[in-house]
């Protein structure tokens, strides 16, 4: 079983910046590609970026403007948030997916969200 949680969110201008940390425990951390997945209300969740042992994606969406990394010691990823918009104002998920999967296609674990809500 494994367990990840979320942590970082708040409100923030547009424009401005948040840092998201996903915190995994319970497995050994190297088997789990991780990824940042996003709801808004109304629509359906959105995956916006993945990091494997080998790779980083993200979706277009968000692409310049976050950048995702991870460090195995702590066992947490972080998704840095810049440029803000207030189309990013969603619940953000980080999810685990097992590394016999190249990227993040199948999250078999998720946290429980953070809220990040862009608005003057």
């Known amino acids: 079983q494994l367990q990840l949680v979320e942590s970082g969110g708040g409100l923030v201008q547009p424009g401005g910046s948040l840092r998201l940390s996903c915190v995994v425990s319970?497995?050994?951390?190297?088997?789990?590609?991780i990824g940042w997945f996003r709801q808004a209300p109304g629509k359906e969740r959105e995956r916006i970026s993945c990091?494997?042992?080998?790779?980083?994606t993200y979706a277009d969406s968000v692409k310049g403007r976050f950048t995702i990394s991870r460090d195995n010691a702590k066992k947490t990823v972080y998704l840095q948030m810049n440029s803000l918009e207030p189309e990013d104002t969603a619940v953000y998920y980080c999810?685990?997916?097992?590394?016999?999967?190249?990227?993040?296609?199948?999250?078999?674990?998720w946290g429980q969200g953070t809220q990040v809500t862009v608005s003057s």
């Open positions: 999810a685990a997916t097992i590394t016999t999967y190249s990227g993040c296609q199948a999250p078999r674990y």
């Open positions: 319970g497995s050994t951390f190297n088997y789990w590609n």
């Open positions: 990091i494997s042992s080998s790779r980083i």
